[in-house]
Nanobody, 121 residues
Framework: QVQLVESGGGLVQPGGSLRLSCAAS????????MGWYRQAPGKQRELVAV???????NYADSVKGRFTISRDNGKNTVYLQMNNLKPEDTAVYYC???????????????WGQGTQVTVSS
C-alpha cells in the first residue's frame, strides 16, 4: 500500500525556518509530480509548490523567494525548505504526489496526513 508520510512541522517564530519532508513508501513504479499544499483554518486548501519528475518547480506567489521545493528521487522524498516564515504561513501542510504503481496504468493521486506549521511569537 502506497503512503505519503510528512515530517518536520512545528512552532517557529516569525522570520524563522522549517524544513518539511515527505517520503513515499510502498510498491511504487514511478513518481510524477510531487507538491505541497496548505490549509489554514477557515480557508480552502491551496497549492504552495510543485516539482516535476524532471525538476521543474512552480510556486505560489505568496511564497516565491522564501520557500524552496526539492526532491530526492532515489529516496522517493520531496522537501520544502521554508525561510523567513510569516504568521500568514500558519496552516496544515499536506504532501501530494502522482504515483504510478503498475507499469502501463495511469498515475494516481495520493495525499499525506498533514503536518501543522505554526508561525507565532
Amino acid at each position: 500500500q502506497v503512503q505519503l508520510v510528512e515530517s518536520g512541522g512545528g512552532l517557529v517564530q516569525p522570520g524563522g525556518s522549517l524544513r518539511l519532508s515527505c517520503a513515499a513508501s510502498g510498491s511504487i513504479f514511478y513518481i510524477h509530480n510531487m507538491g505541497w499544499y496548505r490549509q489554514a483554518p477557515g480557508k480552502q486548501r491551496e497549492l504552495v509548490a510543485v516539482i516535476t519528475s524532471g525538476g521543474v518547480r512552480n510556486y505560489a506567489d505568496s511564497v516565491k523567494g522564501r520557500f524552496t521545493i526539492s526532491r530526492d528521487n532515489g529516496k522517493n522524498t520531496v522537501y520544502l525548505q521554508m525561510n523567513n516564515l510569516k504568521p500568514e504561513d500558519t496552516a496544515v501542510y499536506y504532501c501530494n504526489g502522482y504515483l504510478r504503481v503498475v507499469p502501463g496504468e495511469a498515475p494516481e493521486e495520493y495525499w499525506g496526513q498533514g503536518t501543522q506549521v505554526t508561525v507565532s511569537s
